[in-house]
T-cell receptor, first 111, second 113 residues
Framework: GIQVEQSPPDLILQEGANSTLRCNFSDSVNNLQWFHQNPWGQLINLFYIPSGTKQNGRLSATTVATERYSLLYISSSQTTDSGVYFCAVRPPQGGSEKLVFGKGTKLTVNP | NAGVMQNPRHLVRRRGQEARLRCSPMKGHSHVYWYRQLPEEGLKFMVYLQKENIIDESGMPKERFSAEFPKEGPSILRIQQVVRGDSAAYFC???????????FGQGTRLTVV
């Protein structure tokens, strides 16, 4: 099945710093989503981005489907950005709608 | 428009008991997915349902686990005779149509003691 790899696995920043999180996937996909799981375990939708670039406030994402990767940019990070960021993809084969998740990037933003 | 609603948020069961997890999808969504997250791991797909139909249960354990999404009411994930290894966070997601992007509930954290 499709493999999803996220890097780096852990990231520690000072408040105000910028960061880039990467998601590589091993096959073509019909859907790619970025999620933020906060320290309380809630899973929050960030982007639905099978291709192209989107921005939402301090966050933006770019997916280059032909090269099988996506990037999540966090600018001017805040302590509330801490948590785990997951990339998830939906492969096109078989008609299944299941998302395949990466293992996540654990981000810690220090004051 | 309320989001995906899961209850209970936390559930404690003794070994051998049954656990029932409920999920009400977002209004207008007819596709429901269940995922399991073990500690310090990513989410793993379990089952995909539409109203009264199981579409893909390739991620469901062969025994003790079942899921349904009746014509009326929430989707239910049922775990019979729970064991300690079932302790995890169980997330439900819904989407308005196949491939339209999934929205997740807050999860149910099951602890088996």
């Amino acid at each position: 099945g499709i493999q999803v790899e996220q890097s780096p696995p852990d990231l520690i920043l000072q408040e105000g710093a910028n960061s880039t999180l990467r998601c590589n996937f091993s096959d073509s996909v019909n859907n790619l989503q970025w999620f933020h799981q906060n320290p309380w375990g809630q899973l929050i939708n960030l982007f639905y981005i099978p291709s192209g670039t989107k921005q939402n406030g301090r966050l933006s994402a770019t997916t280059v489907a032909t090269e099988r990767y996506s990037l999540l940019y966090i600018s001017s990070s805040q302590t509330t950005d801490s948590g785990v960021y997951f990339c998830a993809v939906r492969p096109p084969q078989g008609g299944s709608e299941k998302l395949v998740f990466g293992k996540g990037t654990k981000l810690t933003v220090n004051p | 428009n309320a989001g995906v609603m899961q209850n209970p948020r936390h559930l404690v069961r003794r070994r051998g008991q049954e656990a029932r997890l409920r999920c009400s999808p977002m209004k207008g969504h007819s596709h429901v997915y269940w995922y399991r997250q073990l500690p310090e791991e990513g989410l793993k797909f379990m089952v995909y349902l539409q109203k009264e139909n199981i579409i893909d249960e390739s991620g469901m354990p062969k025994e003790r686990f079942s899921a349904e999404f009746p014509k009326e009411g929430p989707s239910i994930l049922r775990i019979q005779q729970v064991v300690r290894g079932d302790s995890a966070a169980y997330f439900c997601a819904s989407s308005p149509l196949a491939g339209g992007g999934a929205f997740f509930g807050q999860g149910t954290r099951l602890t088996v003691v």
